[in-house]
């Protein structure tokens, strides 16, 4: 039977949407449906074109425990959420706005966004990702705020295959049997030779309403970045940031090469980054952290302390991977110090602009392998407690800081999960079960890479000790 859900006012737009969409589409013919879990790919089901409407009434369904899902896609039995307790099912409700043509289908396919919803409760789980950015983002529009978040990603195009010992190989030049072999930074000629690849990413990025913007080539071999402009939304924003990493990849395979979002894949090679640009504009649309074009104002200067204060509780969210923390290491070109400064990369937060409509901060720490959702979660509750408590920063770190002289980020992922664990500013992100659970799924995967030789271990000690 149809769920009392379908009633809720984002359905009937929903509705809406998706009758004028099949009519502008009569030779649709599936729809995939999507949401994010904790950590891993993107995750959902096919649907027959014709079966929208079962979509809408919240016949559709998928077990509340894949939200958990480790990152190879298994049950984590320290849940309790999966067989343990019967695996029931949560409701897929679709989001507005979200209705997509997917370009790469080889039938016409359409791709929508869904948050999962507790049958009994007519609620999203708490273990959504994307709820627990829209909890902590209604606390800004409680006191009148809108968040404007931008993100910037960082990604390696790779071979599609691998090299002797697993490690990802650097593309060839598109039309070329030359591998990418020297650093690439800014290079316009790399940048034509791959120009195929990015410019259908950037037209496909079009069709889905993605902003995609800018388009640098990066240090790495293979590396690039692409910036997504802002919007005043950060569920929006994160949804964008999501959707654009699966048309990256979809793309690339497209074109004959795959696509990596590890922190660090090459040991030698710098990390890629997942940069968050925010601001917030008041009641009447006036940007808060505006003040002089020579220095952050007291609202900037509070929202950068709160920052500074819960980044260390928050790393596990920045950086949730065992491969997060070959990039959060000295010398890695990535920020690994809790500081802030004008216009200055080394910092975990940057401050370009500080007047006018483009006043704003970037938070730097988060790798590309962290969830979206979770990342603007994470800056959003660390800026909103330091507005409430008007949390001061500091000093900007001068051009020529002496970095080692502030505290640092953790380079182990042991102490961040731990961190996170025991921190009451954690738990407040969100729910209890969601810091729960968040807790046990780190533990979960960092035990199964703790208790799993690998073959340089083996090399290294097998014959010698």
């Not at 999507?34 to 993107?42: I, S, V």
């Not at 080539?217 to 950060?234: D, K, T």
Request: hydrophobic share 40%.
């Amino acid at each position: 039977m149809p769920t009392r859900i379908a009633a809720k006012p984002h359905l009937e737009q929903f509705r809406q949407e998706a009758e004028t969409f099949l009519k502008q589409h009569p030779d649709l013919e599936k729809i995939e449906i999507l949401y994010a879990g904790f950590c891993g790919p993107l995750r959902g089901k096919w649907l027959p074109a014709d079966m929208l409407q079962k979509l809408i009434e919240g016949s559709v369904r998928l077990p509340l425990s894949t939200v958990v899902l480790d990152v190879w896609g298994v049950d984590v039995p320290a849940s309790g959420l999966a067989i343990e307790r019967g695996d029931p099912d949560g409701i897929c409700v679709p989001v507005p706005g979200t209705l997509k043509l997917v370009p790469w289908a080889k039938v016409p396919t359409a791709q929508v966004l869904v948050t999962l919803y507790e049958v009994d409760d007519e609620k999203p789980t708490v273990l959504d990702p994307r709820y627990v950015l829209e909890t902590v983002e209604q606390k800004f529009r409680e006191q009148c705020l809108t968040p404007v978040v931008a993100t910037e990603l960082e990604f390696y195009f790779i071979d599609m295959g691998s090299g002797p010992t697993g490690m990802p190989l650097p593309p060839c030049i598109p039309g070329t049997e030359q591998r990418l072999d020297a650093s690439q930074i800014y290079d316009l000629d790399v940048m034509a030779q791959f120009e195929p690849i990015l410019m259908e990413i950037n037209r496909t990025c079009k069709i889905q309403g993605i902003p995609a913007d800018t388009t640098i080539s990066e240090f790495g071999h293979g590396q690039f970045e692409i910036n997504l402009l802002h919007v005043p939304s950060a569920v929006e924003a994160a949804d964008h940031c999501l959707l654009f990493k699966r048309v990256v990849r979809q793309i690339a395979r497209k074109h004959g090469m795959d696509v990596t979002f590890m922190a660090k894949p090459y040991g030698t090679e710098t990390g890629s980054g997942f940069h968050v640009h925010t601001s917030l504009l008041d009641a009447k649309g006036s940007n808060i952290f505006s003040g002089n074009a020579k220095e952050a104002n007291p609202a900037l200067r509070s929202a950068v302390g709160g920052l500074l204060e819960t980044m260390l509780d928050m790393q596990i969210l920045f950086a949730p991977h065992a491969n997060s923390y070959r990039r959060l290491q000295p010398g890695s070109y990535a920020p690994i110090t809790c500081c802030w400064g004008y216009d200055h990369r080394a910092a975990a937060i940057r401050v370009p602009a500080t007047h006018g409509k483009g006043a704003r901060l970037e938070h730097r720490v988060a790798g590309a392998d962290a969830n979206p959702y979770l990342v603007v979660a994470a800056i959003l509750e660390g800026i909103h407690q330091g507005l409430e408590n008007q949390s001061d920063p500091g000093a900007p770190i001068p051009p020529d800081a002496d970095l080692t002289q502030y505290k640092h980020l953790t380079g182990n992922w042991e102490t961040a999960i731990h961190t996170w664990q025991v921190s009451q500013t954690a738990q407040q992100i969100s729910t209890p079960d969601f810091h729960e659970m968040y807790t046990i799924s780190r533990k979960a995967e960092y035990e199964i890479f703790a208790t799993t030789i690998t073959e340089f271990e083996c090399r290294t000690y097998a014959k010698k000790v």
